[in-house]
Nanobody, 113 residues
């Protein structure tokens, strides 16, 4: 069974950058697509980015050009590089393996001056 642990969240000023990591345990991680979601207070959880097993990516329109998702299958880790952060990017960020419906506990991103 795959387990996911997110890290890298924190406080950043508008315009700043953060890099999130999603470390997976369990075998065969490389065959799964992995998604990043976020949930802001009072809002529904929304899909931010998804990366296929072979590295193809798709992004929400709201983050295109600012966020980059990548993966290292040797380290069983997926990354979300977030640049030009805006206050509306503040949320708890979760990683997810859709095929297995497995979620991490999330990491909090705060964007504030």
């Amino acid at each position: 069974q795959v387990q996911l642990v997110e890290s890298g969240g924190g406080l950043v000023q508008p315009g700043g950058s953060l890099s999130l990591s999603c470390a997976a345990s369990g075998s065969m991680f490389s065959i799964y697509a992995v998604a990043w979601y976020r949930q802001a207070p009072g809002k529904q959880r929304e899909l931010v980015a998804i990366i296929a097993s072979y590295g193809n990516t798709n992004y929400a329109n709201s983050v295109k050009g600012r966020f980059t998702c990548s993966r290292d299958n040797v380290r069983s880790t997926v990354y979300l590089q977030m640049n030009s952060l805006k206050p509306e990017d503040a949320a708890v960020y979760y990683c997810n393996v859709p095929t297995l419906n497995v979620w991490g506990l999330g990491t909090l991103v705060t964007v504030s001056s």
